[in-house]
């Protein structure tokens, strides 16, 4: 039998659905036996390169898109550098996540919602 070369959404939902909100989620290391230290160290050495890019685009910091946004760390590190963040995220455990991290941030727009289904209805100044 040929493969399918189609995307089983149902199957990629049903993960979501049930995935556990975790630091090394967004990095595919969640029950592969790596602490929470290696997601904290990655996020870190990433965060160094993306204010690099922000600083060469010469971005406006007006607004953010944040599609995907899992549990919020991206969510929480824009929020303290854009005058708005919208953060989508269809996965209730994760959105629930990013709601309680983003909380303490009043420019922080949280949408639970499917990014493939999302329509903005504003202008970003930059979309992640």
Same mark, same amino acid.
């Given at each position: 039998?040929?493969?399918?070369? +189609?995307?089983?959404?149902?199957?990629?939902?049903?993960?979501? *659905?049930?995935?556990?909100?975790?630091?090394?989620?967004?990095?595919?290391?969640?029950?592969?036996?790596?602490?929470?230290?290696?997601? !904290?160290?990655?996020? !870190?050495?990433?965060?160094?390169?993306? +204010? !690099?890019?922000? !600083?060469?685009?010469?971005?406006?910091?007006?607004?953010?898109?944040?599609?995907?946004?899992?549990?919020?760390?991206?969510?929480?590190?824009?929020? *303290?550098?854009?005058?708005?963040? =919208?953060?989508?995220?269809?996965?209730?455990?994760?959105?629930?996540?990013?709601? *309680?991290?983003?909380? =303490?941030?009043?420019?922080?727009?949280?949408? *639970?919602?499917?990014?493939?289904?999302?329509?903005?209805?504003?202008?970003?100044?930059?979309?992640?």
């Amino acid at each position: 039998m040929k493969p399918s070369n +189609k995307v089983n959404y149902t199957k990629i939902n049903h993960y979501w *659905q049930n995935a556990t909100p975790s630091i090394l989620g967004p990095y595919m290391m969640d029950g592969l036996g790596f602490p929470a230290s290696a997601g !904290q160290f990655r996020f !870190q050495a990433e965060c160094k390169i993306v +204010k !690099q890019l922000l !600083q060469d685009q010469g971005i406006n910091y007006n607004g953010l898109l944040d599609l995907g946004c899992g549990i919020g760390y991206w969510t929480e590190y824009f929020a *303290q550098q854009f005058t708005k963040v =919208t953060a989508v995220e269809a996965s209730p455990p994760l959105f629930e996540a990013m709601v *309680q991290r983003g909380s =303490t941030y009043p420019n922080v727009n949280p949408v *639970q919602g499917d990014v493939l289904l999302f329509e903005p209805s504003e202008n970003y100044s930059m979309v992640f």
